[in-house]
């Protein structure tokens, strides 16, 4: 069955300093990735999708993710983080054994620190 | 602009009572989708539907109901039945079943019961 898990339900990072989010997925089939951000009390809104094309993805906001097949992985990453990024990101995956349905992960929490 | 209105975004409800949160998309979109989110607990999915008139139970169906009289309408009913129905709920579309899955979402309704 497909799964994703995101490594760290809070990460937290300075001002300026590297964003890292972790998502690893499981699926036996080729997959569809995406990366979501919910800001308090909102909607999700789409930061960037994998759809089989090239393995670096780059998304709105500065933020861009890559495609490592052989680890399963879809990491999210921005390289200067900005006050206003501090929100809820959450990683999904479908494909074709979940008839496309969404599979989500639990969420991380970004806290920028001034 | 195309989109995905909920409304109220805020609702209050007394215990006992049953309660339609509204739903609507511009989008054309074929599947809808309303999850529930709890903090801590990322998106569980309650129901979905690709078509209309026809829907399918999520993860958590139990004290909702729904309908799909119509391609741009999803309302979801939370019933006396349902034990914790205080949580934020968000109304989701696709473009149509077997896409990629990508979902648009709208800002969510907020309930409360008292």
């Known amino acids: 069955a497909q799964s994703v898990t995101q490594l760290g339900s809070h990460v937290s990072v300075s001002e300026g300093a590297l964003v890292l989010l972790r998502c690893n997925y499981s699926?036996?089939?080729?997959?569809?990735l995406f990366w979501y951000v919910q800001y308090p009390n909102q909607g999700l809104q789409l930061l960037l999708k994998y759809t089989s094309a090239a393995t670096l993805v780059k998304g709105i906001n500065g933020f861009e993710a890559e495609f490592k097949k052989s680890e399963t992985s879809f990491h999210l990453t921005k390289p200067s983080a900005h006050m206003s990024d501090a929100a809820e990101y959450f990683c999904?995956?479908?494909?074709?054994?979940?008839?496309?349905?969404?599979?989500w992960g639990a969420g991380t929490k970004l806290i920028i620190k001034p | 602009d195309g989109g995905i209105t909920q409304s109220p975004k805020y609702l209050f409800r007394k215990e006992g009572q049953n309660v339609t949160l509204s739903c609507e998309q511009n989008?054309?979109?074929?599947?809808m989708y309303w999850y529930r989110q709890d903090p801590g607990q990322g998106l569980r999915l309650i129901y979905y539907?690709?078509?209309?008139?026809?829907?399918q139970k999520g993860d958590i169906a139990e004290g909702y109901s729904v309908s799909r009289e119509k391609k741009e309408s999803f309302p979801l009913t939370v019933t006396s039945a349902q034990k914790n129905p205080t949580a934020f709920y968000l109304c989701?579309?696709?473009?149509?079943?077997?896409?990629?899955?990508?979902?648009?979402f709208g800002p969510g309704t907020r309930l409360t019961v008292l």
């Open positions: 999904a995956v479908s494909d074709s054994d979940s008839n496309y349905q969404l599979i």
């Open positions: 699926s036996s089939v080729p997959p569809y």
């Open positions: 539907s690709q078509i209309v008139n026809d829907f």
């Open positions: 989701a579309s696709s473009i149509f079943a077997g896409a990629s899955g990508e979902q648009f």
């Open positions: 989008l054309n979109h074929d599947a």
